[in-house]
């Protein structure tokens, strides 16, 4: 009988090992998106550090393609076409339709879609984390390189770290719960600030 539980012990330390180093990146990442992309929405509190953009923190609210974050002193909604960008030092509000590569910056959660084409994947584990490093096969593109560390247990993303041109930005991610957010969290609302500058750059 000890042996049988011995064996069956064994078994299952195998299977664990097997479920943890067996996955390539492309099968954690996926896993990683499929958790950040509820349906009904997801948030997270976030730290930025930045050579490029200086250091921030706040939170950060996604949906599907839409986003919104939010700092002390600069505040961003993307519908999925339009971007609004209120910075309150001058009470303004910026009003633009970014392309792509111009998303890859301006949103740390774009990685969901980001790895999935135009980009060379490794992974490297530790004992809590899956870390993949993605290269462009690209170099033209802005966004040239990047580490994303995964939890292993929950698979939510705890790191991104992106290189665009010589520096890198890194995004520290924590709390992420899944919520029931509306559409309209993701516009503007010029009632709530009624004396803003609006400039439209479309």
């Not at 462009?136 to 790191?159: G, H, L």
Request: glycine fraction near 4%; charge should be positive.
């Amino acid at each position: 009988m000890k042996t049988k539980r011995l064996f069956l012990g064994l078994l299952l330390a195998v299977l664990t090992i097997n479920a943890c180093f067996g996955q390539t990146a492309t099968q954690v990442l996926d896993r990683c998106a499929a958790k950040v992309s509820s349906q009904d929405g997801a948030t997270a509190n976030f730290a930025m550090t930045s050579a490029q953009y200086g250091d921030a923190q706040g939170t950060i609210s996604i949906k599907g393609q839409m986003f919104r974050t939010q700092t002390g002193t600069v505040s961003m909604w993307f519908d999925g076409t339009t971007l609004w960008t209120y910075m309150a030092q001058n009470d303004e509000v910026n009003i633009s339709t970014p392309n792509d590569q111009q998303l890859q910056t301006l949103n740390p959660y774009n990685f969901i879609n980001m790895y999935r084409s135009g980009f060379s994947t490794t992974m490297n584990t530790t004992a809590t984390t899956f870390v993949v490093h993605l290269t462009a096969t690209d170099q033209q593109r802005r966004i040239r390189e990047a580490f994303i560390t995964v939890d292993k247990t929950s698979y939510a993303p705890k790191e991104i770290k992106m290189l665009q041109g010589n520096r890198w930005t890194t995004f520290t991610i924590s709390n992420l719960r899944t919520e029931r957010l509306a559409d309209t969290m993701f516009r503007f609302d010029h009632t709530a600030y009624p004396n803003a500058e609006v400039i439209d750059l479309r």
